[in-house]
């Protein structure tokens, strides 16, 4: 078996054993697909100063596919609340700045101070699973860490956006990606102030 796919078939099992302990906080049946991994870091811009704050990391697909694109580890911080994944992240990514808390909590989580200015986030939450009021505060709260124009990137398996748009934020799909078991949708938010 090659180091590949010895390691697919370890996050697989890994990821499976954390949807059967916890499936509130895991929402799929597998990790997301390398396919899924660059549509959802094609969203965020390299070329952007500051942080990239990753929500939910899980195996680490994502965070590969942004240094993929050209984001320098050092600028991501990524917030993984089940501490099998954090220390699977933190073989994978030595480097990488891995902060155990809960991402529904970001002010206890992350202070403003460790990260920064932020150039976008991206989350691998399965934000379906939780009622809208505390989706909706997630994603309100990561977007006024930013800059207006920056991007939160959230991925879903519903044909509508986790949190519809109103006269604070804007979402738009980005792309629906086939490739992914099950397939999903790509959505990017901003604040519209």
């Known amino acids: 078996m090659s180091n590949a796919a010895a390691r697919s078939a370890r ?8 949807l059967v302990s916890k499936p509130r906080r895991i929402g799929a049946i597998a990790p997301s697909s390398p396919a899924l991994a660059r549509k959802i870091a094609a969203q ?15 195996t680490g697909v994502v965070t590969e596919a942004l240094i993929a694109r050209g984001i320098s580890i050092d600028r991501l911080i990524v917030v993984e609340a089940d501490p099998d994944l954090a220390r699977l992240m933190r073989e994978r ?3 990488l700045r891995i902060i155990e808390g809960d991402a529904f909590c970001l002010d206890r989580t992350l202070p403003h101070a460790a990260t920064g200015p932020l ?28 800059p207006s124009g920056a991007p939160f990137v959230q ?29 999903a949708r790509v959505w990017v938010y901003r604040r519209s102030f």
Not at 44 to 58: A, K, N, R, S, Y
């Open 11 to 18: 996050d697989e099992l890994l990821f499976l054993s954390r």
């Open 44 to 58: 965020i811009d390299p070329m952007l100063q500051g942080t990239v704050l990753e929500l939910g990391p899980g």
């Open 93 to 95: 990514f030595p480097r």
């Open 119 to 146: 150039a976008g986030a991206i989350s691998g939450l399965p934000l379906l699973n939780f009622p809208p009021a505390q989706r909706r505060m997630l994603i309100a709260s990561t977007l006024a860490r930013m």
């Open 155 to 183: 991925f879903s398996y519903g044909f509508t956006p986790p949190v519809p748009a109103d006269e604070d934020l804007t979402v738009e799909r980005a792309g629906l990606v086939l490739a992914n078991l099950p397939p």
